[in-house]
């Protein structure tokens, strides 16, 4: 009697949504041993990609900037912007309006491969919400407070937390700005990383809001600051329609 045997290819596992978040780590320029570090995500809009990150914290990136991340394989990786950027032109457009920033990451010759690693950490669009949700509603920030989780091994720390506002118009340097307050308050490092909501079912993902900072008074107590999602949303989608 003769027997046979199928093998079954397993599926890769899908990425959770906490590894779709990267970062940016730079050297400052004046001070050889100095760094700086910011979170970033990025967002597929009609097959073109976008890095997304704190308007504050792209003004300390250069050139030499190294984004780092893990691979959909789970391999750490990184890539210095001058990989896709091969000018001396600042690639990040800053919002006249809120602390973020973007970039267009090009499609370049050498760099396909971490192009194709960024596309499939990349969270499309759609799934950036057009509303902020209600005071108490859960949701996880994700980035790398105190660069915690980015060393050899890159691994974004994700905090679970609440919608503590409404939004807000809040002073800020340029003017006013809506802010979205959240808790609790979270290191430096964070910013520029997303808010997801939480418990979302399986291989849906939903972007609130971007951390920027915290809010603080003399009695310690703080709060964290968000840019809402919907004015990321809207920047992008104004790039398509405006090119």
Not at 25 to 32: A, H, R
Request: with cysteine.
């Amino acid at each position: 009697m003769a027997f046979s045997a199928s093998i079954v290819a397993s599926e890769p596992k899908p990425i959770e949504a906490w590894d779709r978040v990267v970062c940016i780590q730079s050297q400052v320029e004046s001070k050889p041993d100095t760094g700086k570090l910011c979170s970033a995500f990025l967002v597929t809009a009609d097959e073109r990609l976008y890095l997304v990150t704190a308007g504050h914290a792209s003004a300390e990136t250069n050139l030499k900037s190294k984004l780092r991340y893990r691979d959909p394989d789970g391999v750490t990786q990184w890539v210095s912007l001058k990989t896709f950027f091969r000018t001396s032109t600042n690639p990040w457009q800053r919002n006249e309006q809120s602390d973020f920033a973007i970039a267009e990451l090009p499609n370049v010759d050498g760099a396909e491969t971490y192009r194709s690693h960024l596309s499939a950490l990349s969270i499309s669009l759609d799934s950036i919400c057009t509303e902020t949700p209600p005071r108490t509603t859960e949701i996880v920030t994700v980035g790398f407070p105190l660069a915690i989780g980015a060393g050899d091994v890159i691994s974004p720390v994700a905090v679970v937390g609440h919608v503590a506002s409404r939004e807000t118009n809040t002073a800020n340097s340029w003017g006013h700005e809506p802010i979205v307050y959240c808790s609790p308050a979270l290191a430096q490092g964070t910013s520029g990383g997303p808010a997801f909501l939480n418990n979302q079912p399986d291989g849906e993902l939903t972007v609130i809001g971007i951390y920027v900072g915290v809010v603080h008074d003399v009695s310690g107590a703080k709060l964290s600051k968000m840019v809402p999602a919907h004015l990321i949303r809207a920047h992008i989608s104004s790039q398509q329609t405006n090119e």
